[in-house]
């Protein structure tokens, strides 16, 4: 029997097989299965979140205003950090010399906030208030002091609500003679109240002296002639 014609199984298993096809997936499904897989959040654990992303293209924008500002200012970066001082430091003065802001003037407001007090009481207060040298406290006192005294002399009647302007124009029509004086009281009583502005020494003293000068006034009684 002759073996040159026939293979046996052992030798067929050796031979190689026969090729199959590759495996094809279309284009479209492909790109969904891409993006399915790039979806699952252990590819994003060490992405940088929303907050962080936003900070790092402030903190990018920030560095390049400053890079162009020290082309262009004399001295390069030196010369930016001795423009930033100045401005500092002109910043400060202002806020010293104007003072801080502590109300936005809307309109005149009333010139009593608190219960009655007697123009005694508003005296020593408006003293006390000038010896720790809180001058926009002691002008405000003063002030109240001025008017509670010409309504306690009958020259002014008491009225809940009163401004300081309005105060001072009645007061004029018995005082004309501190007419002046009267208005210029009243606005440096707006001022510091509600201007946001900053007494002085000079300026209570004013105050201070129109006190005393009323004190001594003689009104007219059936006011000016017109």
């Given at each position: ?40 959040p252990a590819y994003h654990q ?45 910043i400060a003065a202002l806020w ?131």
């Amino acid at each position: 029997m002759s073996t040159g014609g026939l293979i046996t199984t052992s030798t067929a298993a050796l031979l190689p097989a026969a090729e199959t096809p590759p495996l094809t997936t279309p284009r479209e499904a492909a790109r969904e299965a891409a993006e399915r897989e790039l979806a699952e959040p252990a590819y994003h654990q060490e992405e940088p979140g929303l907050l962080e992303r936003a900070l790092d293209r402030f903190w990018e924008w920030l560095g390049d205003v400053l890079d162009g500002a020290s082309g262009v200012a004399p001295g390069g970066w030196a010369g930016l950090l001795a423009i930033a001082v100045v401005l500092v430091l002109l910043i400060a003065a202002l806020w010293w010399r104007l003072g801080t802001p502590r109300r936005t003037a809307t309109g005149p407001g009333t010139l009593f906030d608190e219960g009655p007090r007697s123009a005694s009481d508003h005296r020593t207060a408006a003293d006390a208030h000038a010896a720790a040298g809180r001058w926009n406290e002691a002008v405000q006192e003063r002030m109240r002091a001025v008017v509670r005294s010409l309504e306690e002399r009958t020259l002014l009647d008491p009225r809940p609500g009163r401004t300081a302007d309005e105060a001072a124009a009645e007061a004029a029509r018995s005082l004309p003679e501190h007419a002046a004086a009267l208005r210029s009281a009243a606005r440096a009583f707006d001022d510091v109240t509600y201007g946001g502005r900053t007494a002085d020494p000079d300026a209570y003293a004013r105050l201070r002296t129109l006190d005393l000068a009323l004190e001594r006034a003689k009104p007219l009684l059936t006011g000016p002639t017109v």
